[in-house]
C-alpha cells in the first residue's frame, strides 16, 4: 500500500507533467485549488481518473469527480486513502 | 473582552455597514421589485444573527429566513401585504415541498422513494399544464387547487434541485431536515423564477465550512457585480435593444446583434447577486460566471458562463457517460459524452420553460443555438485532448505574442457567440434570417469596432483585487486583516459610493443632462419595454412564447399567466374568413372564453340582434375598430361602444344605436372589407373607427399575413405596394414584415382614405376616434400624433380621448398582468370621455340627429 507522502508526490508528479509543464512545482501545494481554477477541467479530471485508477488499483465512481474529492492533492489522497481501505 | 471577540466583533461592525451600504444602493436603484429588496433587508438581519450563532443553528435559522422570506413575498397581492394570500400560498409551497421531502426520507429502498417523487412531480406536472381532467380518480379534488402564482416559484425551486438532492440523496445519505427544506425552499429564490442550479452537497459542505471575514467580503463584492451589470443590462434593454421587427440598416442589424447578447447581463447580475446573498447568509459558494464575455475558446465559453448549470451537467449527464465509456476510445467517448450533454442541456431548457411559462417549446432556434455550440465544443474538447490546452498556476507572466493570441481568440470567440446568441433570441430562423438581410459595411465596421474593444479587455492584466474577488480573496482570513479590509474597500465600498453619489441630484446637474439621463434611465423599476408593451396588447393573439429567452421581464409577467388562458382564436367565436381579413367572428355562436361570454350575432358582431332596416327616428353609428372596440376580456355591456350607446339614451333624445362591427386583430385596410361585405347594408349615418396607436403595426402585419395566405388585395394600390416592396407569396411572413413596415404610414393612409370614400358613400359621416393604450407613453403619444395627422388628411373627423384614463395606474385598469386590455373600468373610462367628446362637438351632434345630411371634415 502506498504512503500518503507517496500519493500526493506521485500525482503532483503526473499533474505537473500532464497538465502543467514548465510551471513552478513550488507552486502546487497540497492546498492549491485545481478544479476551481480551471487546472482540472472536465477532460483533465477524467486523465486523472484513470491514472489514480491504474497507479493505485482503485475504482473511482463518476459521482467522485467533484470538488469534494478531487479539487486539491490533499483531497486525492483522502480518496485514495479511502479507497485503499 | 478578549482579543478574539473584539476581533470578532469589529468583523461584524464593518461587515454589517458594508452589507447595509449595499442594501442602500440597491434601495438608490430601485432594484428588481420592492419584494426582492424586503428580502434583501430580510438577508441584512439573517446576517447579523447569522454571524454570532453556533455552527449547528444556523441551517435552522437559515430555513427559517427561508419560510420568512417566502410569506414576506407570497403574501404580497395588488401592492399590500395580505396575511390570507400569504398562509394559502405558502401553506401550498411548503406543503409539497414538506411533502416531497417526507417522501425521500421514507424507510424504504432508494429506487422506491424516488419512484413516488416521480408520481408526484408527474401529477404536479399536469396540473401546471392546466390538464386538471387528466388527473387519475385517487387524487382527492381539493389537491388541485394549487394556487396559479405559485407555479413558477414552486416550478423554480424543484425542477432542478430536486434531481440534484436525490441524486446525492442515493450516494450521499440521508439528510437532516434543515438541509434539506433550506436546500429546496431556498432564499432568496422566491424573487428569482430563474435561480443558480446550486449543487446540494456544496450547499452543506459550504455551510460546514463555516463563514469567514473573506467570504463575506466576496459575497459582498459579488452583489456589488451583480449590481452593476444589472444597471447595464437596463441601459441596453431599454435603450439599446432592438427588436427584430424594426431592424431597418445596417446599423440596426450591429446593435441587434450585440444589445441581445448583452440582455445576458440580467441573468448573470442576478446570479451574482443570488450567491452574494447565500454568501452572506454563511454559504461560502463558488462563482456562477467568471469573465463569460473575454472567453477564448467555445469550451472556455462553456466553463465560464452559468458555471453552476456547467457543474450540474457535468455530474448528472457527461461523467456518468464518460465513466460508462471509460474503457472506449477517449475520442469516441468524449464527442459521445459532450453531444448527450449538450442534448440534455437543450432538452432540460425547454423542460424548465414548461414548470416557469406552463409550455414546452420545441423550437428550431434553440436546436440551432445548442446543435452549433454542441458542434464547436465538441470539436474544441477534441482538439484541447489532443494538442493539450495552456494551464497555468498564475506565477508566470504570459509572453507578447501569447497575450495577443489571447486577445485575437477572445475577440473571435466573442463575435461568433454574439451571432449564435441572436439566433436564440430572434422569433424562428426566417425572423433572424430576414434581419441579417440588412446587414451591410455599417455592420462589418460596428463589429469590427466591437470586437476590437474586447481584444483590449482580453489583453489588459486584471487588477489583483478582481482576481481576489474572483478566487475567493484570502480564504485563510476568518477575521478582518489588512488585504481584506482593502479588498472590500475596492470591491464594494468604491463601487458603491460612487454609484450612490451618481444617484443623487446633486451628481445629476453635475454630470450634465445626457448622463443625468441615462441614470434616471437606470434608476426606474423594471418593467416592459415599449416592445414588451406592444406584444402585452396583442396577447390574445399571438403565440406569446416568442418572447425567447426567460430573462426578461416580460417573460416574467407571462409566468404569472394561467396556463388555461385561452385566446380568441383558439376558440369558435371566430373563424377563417376566405379573404383579407383572414379571420371574422363567427355568427351566431356563444362561446365562453376566460370567464367572459362572447355572444356574435347573426350578422357577424359582437352585439345583441339587430334588423338590417333601420327603424324610423333612429341613428346609426357603426363602429370599426380592433380589440379594444370589440371589447376582449369583458362583457359586452361593459363595452366602451353598449356604454356610450347607454348614456346616449337620454328622455327625448333621438335613438341612438352603436353597432359594434370590431374584431380582435383588424388593421384600417380590414376595416374597408368589412365596410363593404357587412356595414353598407344598416345604413349607418355615422362610421366611427376607433384607432389605436398600433395601427401601423396591424397594417403591416395584416397585410404582410394576406400575401403570405395568397388572399385578393381589396385595392390595386396594395398590390402596388406589396410589388414596390418586393414581397409576394413566397415571401417569408418575418422578411414581409420587415419590407412593407418601410410603408405602414402609407398603407394606414390608404385604408384610412378608402374608410372616409366608403363612409360618404353610405351617406355617413366618417369620424376617427383615438382609444389610447393604458400606458401612454412618449413612444405612443408620437405614434398617435402621426395617425391623427393621417386621419385628418384623409377627411376624417377627429376625436381623440388620450388621457381618458385620467390618474388612474395603468396596473388597475388593466385585464391581467399579462393582457394589457382594458377592463371593465377602463372601458368606463374611456366611454365617459368619448360620450363628452361626441356631445362636445358639433358635427357629431347633428349627425346624431335623424335624417342629418352626411357631412365633410371638421378639422
Same mark, same amino acid.
Given at each position: 500500500?502506498?504512503?500518503?507522502?507517496?500519493?500526493?508526490?506521485?500525482?503532483k508528479? $503526473?499533474?505537473?507533467?500532464? $497538465?502543467?509543464?514548465?510551471?513552478?512545482?513550488?507552486?502546487?501545494?497540497?492546498?492549491t485549488?485545481?478544479?476551481?481554477?480551471g487546472?482540472?477541467?472536465?477532460?483533465?479530471?477524467?486523465?486523472?481518473?484513470? $491514472?489514480?485508477?491504474?497507479? $493505485?488499483?482503485i475504482t473511482?465512481?463518476?459521482?467522485?469527480?467533484?470538488?469534494?474529492?478531487?479539487?486539491?492533492?490533499a483531497?486525492?489522497?483522502?480518496?485514495?486513502?479511502?479507497?485503499?481501505? | 473582552?478578549?482579543?478574539?471577540?473584539?476581533?470578532?466583533?469589529?468583523?461584524? %461592525?464593518?461587515?454589517?455597514?458594508q452589507?447595509a451600504?449595499?442594501?442602500w444602493?440597491?434601495?438608490?436603484?430601485?432594484?428588481?421589485?420592492?419584494?426582492?429588496?424586503?428580502?434583501?433587508?430580510?438577508?441584512?438581519?439573517?446576517?447579523?444573527?447569522?454571524?454570532?450563532?453556533?455552527l449547528?443553528? &444556523?441551517?435552522?435559522?437559515?430555513?427559517?429566513?427561508?419560510?420568512?422570506?417566502?410569506?414576506l413575498v407570497?403574501?404580497?397581492?395588488?401592492?399590500?401585504?395580505?396575511?390570507?394570500?400569504?398562509?394559502? &400560498?405558502?401553506?401550498?409551497?411548503?406543503?409539497?415541498?414538506?411533502?416531497?421531502?417526507?417522501?425521500?426520507?421514507?424507510?424504504?429502498?432508494?429506487?422506491?422513494?424516488?419512484?413516488?417523487?416521480?408520481? *408526484?412531480?408527474?401529477?404536479?406536472?399536469?396540473?401546471?399544464?392546466?390538464k386538471?381532467?387528466?388527473?387519475?380518480?385517487?387524487?382527492?379534488?381539493?389537491?388541485?387547487?394549487?394556487?396559479p402564482?405559485?407555479?413558477?416559484?414552486?416550478?423554480?425551486?424543484?425542477?432542478?434541485?430536486?434531481?440534484?438532492y436525490?441524486y446525492?440523496?442515493?450516494?450521499?445519505?440521508?439528510?437532516?431536515?434543515?438541509?434539506?427544506?433550506?436546500?429546496?425552499?431556498m432564499?432568496?429564490?422566491?424573487?428569482?423564477?430563474?435561480?443558480?442550479?446550486?449543487?446540494?452537497?456544496?450547499?452543506?459542505?459550504?455551510?460546514?465550512?463555516?463563514?469567514t471575514?473573506?467570504?463575506?467580503?466576496?459575497?459582498?463584492?459579488?452583489?456589488?457585480?451583480?449590481?452593476?451589470q444589472?444597471?447595464?443590462y437596463?441601459?441596453?434593454?431599454?435603450?439599446?435593444?432592438?427588436d427584430?421587427?424594426?431592424?431597418a440598416?445596417?446599423?440596426?442589424v450591429?446593435?441587434?446583434?450585440?444589445?441581445?447578447?448583452?440582455?445576458?447581463?440580467?441573468?448573470? /447580475?442576478?446570479?451574482?447577486?443570488?450567491?452574494?446573498?447565500?454568501?452572506?447568509?454563511?454559504?461560502?459558494?463558488?462563482?456562477t460566471?467568471?469573465?463569460?464575455?473575454?472567453?477564448?475558446s467555445?469550451?472556455d465559453?462553456?466553463?465560464r458562463?452559468?458555471?453552476?448549470?456547467?457543474?450540474?451537467?457535468?455530474?448528472?449527464?457527461?461523467?456518468?457517460?464518460?465513466?460508462?465509456?471509460?474503457?472506449?476510445?477517449?475520442?469516441?467517448?468524449m464527442?459521445?459524452?459532450? +453531444?448527450?450533454a449538450?442534448?440534455?442541456?437543450?432538452?432540460l431548457?425547454?423542460?424548465?420553460?414548461?414548470?416557469?411559462?406552463?409550455?414546452?417549446?420545441?423550437?428550431?432556434?434553440?436546436?440551432?443555438?445548442?446543435g452549433?455550440?454542441?458542434?464547436?465544443?465538441?470539436?474544441n474538447?477534441?482538439?484541447?485532448?489532443?494538442?493539450?490546452?495552456?494551464?497555468?498556476?498564475?506565477?508566470?507572466k504570459?509572453?507578447?505574442?501569447?497575450?495577443?493570441?489571447?486577445g485575437?481568440? %477572445?475577440a473571435?470567440?466573442?463575435?461568433?457567440?454574439?451571432?449564435?446568441?441572436?439566433?436564440?433570441?430572434?422569433?424562428?430562423?426566417d425572423?433572424?434570417?430576414?434581419v441579417?438581410?440588412n446587414?451591410?459595411?455599417?455592420?462589418?465596421?460596428?463589429?469590427?469596432?466591437?470586437?476590437?474593444v474586447?481584444?483590449?479587455?482580453?489583453?489588459?492584466?486584471?487588477?489583483?483585487?478582481?482576481s481576489?474577488? @474572483?478566487t475567493? %480573496?484570502?480564504?485563510?482570513?476568518?477575521?478582518?486583516?489588512?488585504?481584506?479590509? &482593502?479588498?472590500?474597500?475596492?470591491?464594494?465600498?468604491? #463601487?458603491?459610493?460612487?454609484?450612490?453619489?451618481?444617484?443623487?441630484?446633486?451628481?445629476?446637474?453635475?454630470?450634465?443632462?445626457?448622463?443625468?439621463? !441615462?441614470?434616471?434611465?437606470?434608476?426606474a423599476?423594471?418593467?416592459?419595454?415599449?416592445?414588451?408593451?406592444?406584444?402585452?396588447?396583442?396577447?390574445?393573439?399571438?403565440?406569446l412564447?416568442?418572447?425567447? !429567452?426567460?430573462?426578461?421581464?416580460?417573460?416574467?409577467v407571462?409566468?404569472?399567466?394561467?396556463?388555461?388562458?385561452?385566446?380568441?382564436?383558439?376558440?369558435?367565436?371566430? &373563424?377563417?374568413?376566405?379573404?383579407?381579413?383572414?379571420?371574422?367572428?363567427?355568427?351566431?355562436?356563444?362561446t365562453?372564453?376566460?370567464?367572459?361570454?362572447?355572444?356574435?350575432?347573426?350578422? /357577424?358582431?359582437? @352585439?345583441?340582434?339587430?334588423?338590417?332596416?333601420?327603424?324610423?327616428?333612429t341613428?346609426?353609428?357603426?363602429?370599426l375598430?380592433?380589440?379594444?372596440?370589440?371589447?376582449?376580456?369583458?362583457?359586452?355591456?361593459?363595452?366602451? *361602444?353598449?356604454? *356610450?350607446?347607454?348614456?346616449?339614451a337620454?328622455?327625448g333624445?333621438?335613438?341612438?344605436?352603436?353597432?359594434n362591427?370590431?374584431?380582435?386583430?383588424?388593421?384600417p385596410?380590414?376595416?374597408?372589407?368589412?365596410?363593404?361585405?357587412?356595414?353598407?347594408?344598416?345604413?349607418?349615418?355615422?362610421? +366611427?373607427?376607433a384607432?389605436?396607436?398600433?395601427?401601423?403595426?396591424w397594417?403591416?402585419?395584416?397585410?404582410?399575413r394576406?400575401?403570405?395566405?395568397?388572399?385578393?388585395?381589396?385595392?390595386?394600390?396594395?398590390d402596388?405596394?406589396?410589388?414596390?416592396?418586393?414581397?409576394?407569396?413566397?415571401?417569408?411572413?418575418a422578411?414581409?414584415?420587415?419590407?412593407?413596415?418601410?410603408?405602414?404610414?402609407d398603407l394606414?393612409a390608404?385604408?384610412?382614405?378608402?374608410?372616409?370614400?366608403?363612409?360618404?358613400?353610405?351617406?355617413?359621416?366618417?369620424v376617427?376616434?383615438?382609444?389610447?393604450?393604458?400606458e401612454?407613453? #412618449?413612444?405612443?403619444?408620437?405614434?398617435?400624433q402621426?395617425?391623427?395627422?393621417?386621419?385628418?388628411d384623409?377627411g376624417?373627423?377627429?376625436?381623440?380621448?388620450s388621457?381618458?384614463?385620467?390618474?388612474a395606474?395603468?396596473?388597475?385598469?388593466? +385585464? %391581467?398582468?399579462?393582457?394589457?386590455? #382594458?377592463?371593465?373600468?377602463?372601458?368606463?373610462?374611456?366611454?365617459?370621455r368619448?360620450?363628452?367628446?361626441?356631445?362636445e362637438?358639433?358635427?357629431?351632434?347633428?349627425?346624431?340627429?335623424?335624417?342629418?345630411?352626411?357631412?365633410?371634415?371638421?378639422?
Amino acid at each position: 500500500m502506498s504512503t500518503p507522502t507517496d500519493i500526493t508526490g506521485t500525482v503532483k508528479d $503526473f499533474i505537473l507533467r500532464e $497538465f502543467l509543464p514548465g510551471e513552478d512545482a513550488s507552486q502546487l501545494e497540497v492546498s492549491t485549488p485545481m478544479m476551481t481554477t480551471g487546472i482540472l477541467d472536465s477532460i483533465a479530471t477524467l486523465k486523472l481518473v484513470s $491514472f489514480l485508477e491504474d497507479t $493505485f488499483k482503485i475504482t473511482i465512481e463518476a459521482h467522485e469527480a467533484d470538488r469534494e474529492h478531487l479539487n486539491t492533492l490533499a483531497d486525492i489522497e483522502q480518496l485514495v486513502k479511502s479507497k485503499q481501505k | 473582552m478578549d482579543r478574539l471577540v473584539r476581533t470578532q466583533a469589529f468583523s461584524f %461592525a464593518v461587515t454589517l455597514a458594508q452589507f447595509a451600504l449595499v442594501y442602500w444602493l440597491m434601495e438608490r436603484y430601485n432594484l428588481e421589485r420592492e419584494p426582492f429588496r424586503n428580502v434583501v433587508a430580510l438577508c441584512v438581519a439573517g446576517f447579523a444573527v447569522n454571524f454570532w450563532l453556533p455552527l449547528r443553528f &444556523r441551517m435552522w435559522w437559515f430555513l427559517a429566513l427561508c419560510l420568512i422570506g417566502l410569506v414576506l413575498v407570497f403574501g404580497m397581492d395588488k401592492g399590500a401585504w395580505s396575511a390570507d394570500q400569504a398562509l394559502r &400560498r405558502c401553506g401550498w409551497l411548503v406543503g409539497i415541498v414538506g411533502g416531497i421531502i417526507g417522501l425521500c426520507a421514507l424507510p424504504i429502498a432508494f429506487w422506491w422513494r424516488t419512484g413516488l417523487v416521480a408520481l *408526484v412531480c408527474g401529477l404536479l406536472a399536469v396540473l401546471r399544464a392546466g390538464k386538471a381532467e387528466w388527473l387519475p380518480a385517487f387524487v382527492p379534488t381539493w389537491a388541485v387547487a394549487v394556487p396559479p402564482e405559485i407555479w413558477p416559484i414552486l416550478g423554480s425551486m424543484l425542477m432542478f434541485r430536486l434531481i440534484v438532492y436525490l441524486y446525492d440523496l442515493r450516494f450521499s445519505g440521508r439528510p437532516g431536515l434543515a438541509a434539506s427544506g433550506g436546500y429546496l425552499l431556498m432564499l432568496p429564490n422566491v424573487c428569482f423564477p430563474l435561480f443558480p442550479v446550486v449543487d446540494f452537497k456544496t450547499f452543506v459542505k459550504s455551510q460546514q465550512a463555516g463563514a469567514t471575514f473573506s467570504s463575506y467580503q466576496v459575497g459582498l463584492g459579488w452583489i456589488v457585480r451583480g449590481v452593476f451589470q444589472l444597471l447595464i443590462y437596463r441601459l441596453a434593454y431599454y435603450e439599446f435593444y432592438l427588436d427584430p421587427a424594426r431592424v431597418a440598416d445596417g446599423a440596426d442589424v450591429a446593435q441587434f446583434l450585440f444589445a441581445t447578447y448583452f440582455l445576458y447581463l440580467r441573468v448573470s /447580475g442576478s446570479f451574482h447577486v443570488i450567491i452574494g446573498l447565500l454568501r452572506m447568509l454563511g454559504f461560502a459558494l463558488p462563482e456562477t460566471h467568471h469573465r463569460y464575455y473575454l472567453a477564448t475558446s467555445f469550451t472556455d465559453y462553456w466553463r465560464r458562463i452559468n458555471i453552476y448549470w456547467k457543474d450540474f451537467i457535468m455530474k448528472l449527464v457527461y461523467y456518468p457517460i464518460m465513466f460508462r465509456l471509460k474503457r472506449a476510445p477517449q475520442t469516441t467517448a468524449m464527442v459521445t459524452a459532450t +453531444l448527450v450533454a449538450f442534448f440534455a442541456t437543450w432538452a432540460l431548457h425547454s423542460y424548465q420553460q414548461f414548470w416557469l411559462l406552463g409550455k414546452f417549446p420545441i423550437e428550431t432556434r434553440d436546436i440551432v443555438f445548442w446543435g452549433v455550440l454542441a458542434l464547436f465544443v465538441t470539436v474544441n474538447s477534441v482538439w484541447e485532448a489532443r494538442r493539450g490546452r495552456k494551464r497555468t498556476l498564475g506565477n508566470k507572466k504570459p509572453t507578447v505574442r501569447e497575450v495577443v493570441i489571447r486577445g485575437l481568440q %477572445a475577440a473571435g470567440t466573442f463575435g461568433l457567440i454574439c451571432f449564435l446568441w441572436s439566433i436564440w433570441n430572434s422569433r424562428g430562423m426566417d425572423d433572424w434570417l430576414a434581419v441579417m438581410a440588412n446587414a451591410d459595411l455599417t455592420t462589418a465596421a460596428y463589429v469590427a469596432l466591437a470586437l476590437l474593444v474586447i481584444f483590449i479587455f482580453a489583453i489588459i492584466p486584471a487588477p489583483s483585487w478582481l482576481s481576489a474577488m @474572483d478566487t475567493g %480573496a484570502d480564504r485563510n482570513s476568518v477575521t478582518a486583516t489588512p488585504r481584506t479590509l &482593502r479588498f472590500g474597500v475596492f470591491a464594494t465600498v468604491l #463601487p458603491a459610493v460612487i454609484l450612490i453619489a451618481l444617484s443623487t441630484g446633486k451628481a445629476e446637474r453635475l454630470l450634465g443632462p445626457q448622463v443625468a439621463g !441615462l441614470v434616471r434611465l437606470v434608476k426606474a423599476e423594471e418593467k416592459p419595454s415599449e416592445g414588451d408593451i406592444e406584444v402585452l396588447e396583442r396577447g390574445y393573439y399571438e403565440e406569446l412564447m416568442d418572447v425567447g !429567452l426567460v430573462n426578461s421581464p416580460l417573460s416574467e409577467v407571462f409566468m404569472k399567466r394561467p396556463a388555461d388562458w385561452k385566446r380568441l382564436e383558439q376558440t369558435p367565436a371566430l &373563424r377563417l374568413s376566405g379573404d383579407y381579413r383572414f379571420r371574422e367572428l363567427n355568427p351566431s355562436t356563444e362561446t365562453v372564453v376566460n370567464g367572459i361570454l362572447y355572444r356574435i350575432n347573426e350578422h /357577424g358582431m359582437r @352585439d345583441g340582434p339587430v334588423p338590417i332596416e333601420k327603424p324610423a327616428g333612429t341613428v346609426r353609428v357603426a363602429c370599426l375598430g380592433a380589440s379594444f372596440t370589440m371589447g376582449w376580456g369583458v362583457a359586452a355591456e361593459d363595452t366602451f *361602444v353598449e356604454r *356610450v350607446e347607454r348614456a346616449l339614451a337620454t328622455p327625448g333624445a333621438p335613438r341612438v344605436e352603436m353597432l359594434n362591427f370590431a374584431v380582435n386583430g383588424y388593421s384600417p385596410v380590414c376595416q374597408t372589407v368589412i365596410l363593404e361585405k357587412s356595414v353598407a347594408r344598416f345604413k349607418p349615418d355615422v362610421v +366611427l373607427y376607433a384607432s389605436h396607436e398600433s395601427d401601423q403595426r396591424w397594417a403591416v402585419n395584416r397585410m404582410a399575413r394576406a400575401l403570405r395566405e395568397g388572399a385578393e388585395m381589396p385595392s390595386p394600390d396594395l398590390d402596388r405596394i406589396a410589388a414596390e416592396c418586393d414581397v409576394s407569396r413566397s415571401t417569408s411572413l418575418a422578411a414581409a414584415e420587415r419590407r412593407l413596415g418601410k410603408r405602414g404610414a402609407d398603407l394606414v393612409a390608404l385604408g384610412y382614405r378608402r374608410i372616409v370614400e366608403l363612409a360618404r358613400a353610405m351617406g355617413a359621416t366618417p369620424v376617427w376616434v383615438y382609444v389610447p393604450g393604458l400606458e401612454e407613453g #412618449p413612444i405612443a403619444i408620437q405614434r398617435s400624433q402621426q395617425l391623427r395627422a393621417l386621419a385628418a388628411d384623409a377627411g376624417m373627423l377627429v376625436l381623440d380621448l388620450s388621457g381618458a384614463y385620467g390618474s388612474a395606474k395603468p396596473e388597475s385598469l388593466e +385585464l %391581467a398582468p399579462w393582457d394589457r386590455h #382594458p377592463n371593465a373600468e377602463g372601458h368606463r373610462l374611456l366611454a365617459d370621455r368619448l360620450h363628452r367628446a361626441m356631445l362636445e362637438n358639433e358635427t357629431i351632434r347633428a349627425a346624431l340627429r335623424p335624417s342629418a345630411p352626411p357631412s365633410g371634415s371638421d378639422r
